[in-house]
């Protein structure tokens, strides 16, 4: 069974089979993590996101689904795309942000990955509150890795406030 450990830190320095970004429905870089990973990686994950684009997400990636590219110059084979949701007080759309891990995991596994790296997806500009996000991501990724073969599921929270969230989610 993976290990699920937590690291305050820069998600593109993370030496892992996977990065999870961030992403926006464009697939072609953005603000926050989307666009650090982007910035970072270079040109080549853009290209292979606009053949994503081209190809099978003419309209864009739908929110909780997941789409691998390469990872360029990022430490990392490769980078799996995933669009969380923006938070609505008004509609409970918590099942969007469990599909977004499941479904990142459920990509790892198909390309061999064995260590994952997730941001705190939805939590910069899409505004989830970060202790629902974390409750809703631990619990997404505690359910999917008792059946897959990862050695490390790692979150990567960008600031002390967020890893707090994440390490009491993880209690």
């Known amino acids: 069974m993976a290990v699920i450990t937590l690291v ?24 926050g993590v989307d666009g650090a990973i982007h910035r970072k990686g270079g040109k080549k994950i853009l290209e292979e996101c ?14 909780g689904l997941a789409v691998p590219t390469t990872a360029g110059l990022l430490p990392a084979r490769w980078v ?7 938070y609505a007080a008004d509609e409970d759309r ?15 596994r198909e390309l061999g990955a064995r260590t994952v790296a997730f941001p705190a997806i939805s939590t910069g500009v899409y505004g989830w509150p970060l202790d629902s996000a974390a409750r809703i991501a631990v619990r997404a990724v505690q359910q999917a890795v008792d059946k897959a073969a990862f050695d490390e599921v790692r979150f990567v929270l960008f600031d002390e406030r967020a890893y707090a969230a994440f390490e009491d989610a993880l209690r």
């Open 94 to 108: 918590s099942g969007l942000l469990e599909s977004c891990h499941r479904e990142s995991l459920a990509v790892a």
């Open 8 to 31: 305050q830190g820069d998600i593109t320095e993370q030496h892992v089979d996977a990065i999870v970004n961030a992403a926006n429905s464009s697939l072609l870089g953005g603000g």
């Open 50 to 63: 606009r053949a994503l684009r081209a190809s099978r997400y003419g309209k864009g990636l739908p929110t």
């Open 80 to 86: 799996i795309h995933t669009v969380g949701p923006v």
